[in-house]
């Protein structure tokens, strides 16, 4: 049974709502007030919680969901709201919110917006401590270390190094890094690739064994301690 917070003060919107997920099977709790909501949504686990944006007393239903995420809860929170521009949508989206739906709306839709929320929820967290070798990489922290030796990354380097990583004794293309390391949709016909790579190795391999970026010659890199694993030689 799924437990859902609503946490809307307009009366007749939320026991439309609660009706609505009750009939579906769900345990439904109702909330009014923005400092009993902060409450009801740190303090309890809740499947997905339903905010509303402009709550009584002038209190802004985003103060809740960034108490939320302050506290590192992750809980999926889907925020109502009659504010419709694009600004707003994106305010919400940066506080936190995993999807922002727009009054008025049909019940239908946002049903399929829960279950949708919900099926990411049960999806993995990607790992945020990765590990190659000696070479281990913290995504959340932003921080990269190699032989507890910390490495002095610029932004892209890390961004780079990070996707490598993830990648791990895989090989990845040059498109594949114009793409998800520089958001490029098109070949700038540079060397960008060639000399963030080296820069990298420099950081990365030099002075440590084995040697971990290789490069896939008229393919692509590999971040590996296995060469020997590459189809296409190094």
């Known amino acids: 049974m799924y437990r859902y917070l609503i946490i809307e003060d307009d009366v007749l919107n939320a026991r439309y709502i609660a009706e609505g997920l009750r009939e579906q099977g769900a345990q439904v ?4 007030e923005g400092v009993q909501g902060i409450a009801l949504a740190v303090g309890e686990q809740w499947d997905v ?6 709550l009584a007393n002038g209190f802004d239903g985003l103060q809740i969901l960034q108490t ?3 506290l590192g809860k992750q809980t999926p929170v889907l925020v109502l709201s009659a504010l419709s521009a694009t600004d707003e949508r ?5 506080a936190g919110c995993d999807d922002y739906l727009t009054k008025p709306f049909a019940f239908s839709e ?3 917006r829960l279950e949708a929320l919900m099926r990411r929820a049960r999806i993995p967290a990607p790992e945020r401590d990765l590990r190659v070798a000696d070479l281990r990489v913290n995504l959340m922290a932003r921080s990269a270390e190699r032989s507890g030796q910390p490495l002095a990354l610029q932004p892209r380097e890390f961004r ?3 996707f490598l990583v993830q990648h791990a004794h895989q090989i990845v293309t ?3 890094l114009l793409e998800s390391v520089w958001d490029y949709r098109f070949d700038p016909q540079t060397n960008v690739i060639d000399v963030h790579i080296s820069r990298l190795r420099g950081k990365v391999d030099k002075g440590f064994q084995p040697s971990l970026i290789h490069t896939v010659r008229g393919v692509g890199y590999s971040l590996t301690d ?3 694993s590459l189809p296409l030689g190094v």
Do not use: E, H, N
Request: aromatic fraction near 0%; hydrophobic fraction near 45%.
């Open 29 to 32: 709790t109702v909330c009014g």
């Open 49 to 54: 919680i339903i905010l509303d944006r402009m």
């Open 68 to 70: 939320l995420r302050s």
């Open 90 to 94: 994106v305010k919400g989206l940066k």
């Open 110 to 112: 946002l049903s399929a």
């Open 160 to 162: 780079l190094l990070s």
């Open 174 to 176: 040059r498109t594949m």
């Open 226 to 228: 296995q060469p020997q």
